[in-house]
T-cell receptor, first 114, second 118 residues
Framework: AQTVTQSQPEMSVQEAETVTLSCTYDTSESDYYLFWYKQPPSRQMILVIRQEAYKQQNATENRFSVNFQKAAKSFSLKISDSQLGDAAMYFCAYRRDTGNQFYFGTGTSLTVIP | GAGVSQSPSNKVTEKGKDVELRCDPISGHTALYWYRQSLGQGLEFLIYFQGNSAPDKSGLPSDRFSAERTGESVSTLTIQRTQQEDSAVYLC????????????????FGPGTRLTVL
């Protein structure tokens, strides 16, 4: 079974600084997809960034980037120039290549300090 | 187009009562998922519908929980004889099927229903 682990229940970052959220996963498959979702206090889950396992290049979306280490089964999220609006719960998720079901980590609560 | 909607936004009920939670997926999305998020916890998978296939009910925590979906439209999650431990946010998500959704086929989430069982 696939499991996704987020070992940091809480993180904080100073506004304008950079923070990295960690995520590891367990799988025996070679092709899969990884995602980071953001859940602000409004509860609305929003997709932040995504990565295909067979792509070696790390995905980037503006201030958000990932460090994908396939051999280590690691998928960390880096937020640069942190803004107050980045404060939220962040979930890492895994999807198999051949299935629609997602597997989510337990989340990391990010606080941005003004 | 409209996103995933859920109703009610909040529901307070008494222990032992039945509740129904509703999810309207994005039009054209054949896949629909229900998750439970307890306070400070991650997303617990409950059930997954994919088109006309038999739903994957492997995440339902007890026989008090059931869900229905008519075709590719609205889904209702029913909790019978609610218990205090059922208090949580119930999230619904939808996505296209694998053939039409592209490589990533991400899930789109609704705002959730916060259920409080007194």
């Amino acid at each position: 079974a696939q499991t996704v682990t987020q070992s940091q229940p809480e993180m904080s970052v100073q506004e304008a600084e950079t923070v990295t959220l960690s995520c590891t996963y367990d799988t025996s498959e070679s092709d899969y997809y990884l995602f980071w979702y953001k859940q602000p206090p409004s509860r609305q889950m929003i997709l932040v960034i995504r990565q295909e396992a067979y792509k070696q290049q790390n995905a980037t979306e503006n201030r958000f980037s990932v460090n994908f280490q396939k051999a280590a089964k690691s998928f960390s999220l880096k937020i640069s120039d942190s803004q107050l609006g980045d404060a939220a719960m962040y979930f890492c998720a895994y999807r198999r290549d051949t299935g629609n079901q997602f597997y989510f980590g337990t989340g990391t609560s990010l606080t941005v300090i003004p | 187009g409209a996103g995933v909607s859920q109703s009610p936004s909040n529901k307070v009920t008494e222990k032992g009562k039945d509740v129904e939670l509703r999810c309207d997926p994005i039009s054209g999305h054949t896949a629909l998922y229900w998750y439970r998020q307890s306070l400070g916890q991650g997303l617990e998978f409950l059930i997954y519908f994919q088109g006309n296939s038999a739903p994957d009910k492997s995440g339902l925590p007890s026989d008090r929980f059931s869900a229905e979906r008519t075709g590719e439209s609205v889904s209702t999650l029913t909790i019978q004889r609610t218990q205090q431990e059922d208090s949580a946010v119930y999230l619904c998500a939808s996505s296209l099927d694998l053939l039409s959704g592209g490589a990533y086929n991400e899930q789109f989430f609704g705002p959730g229903t916060r259920l409080t069982v007194l």
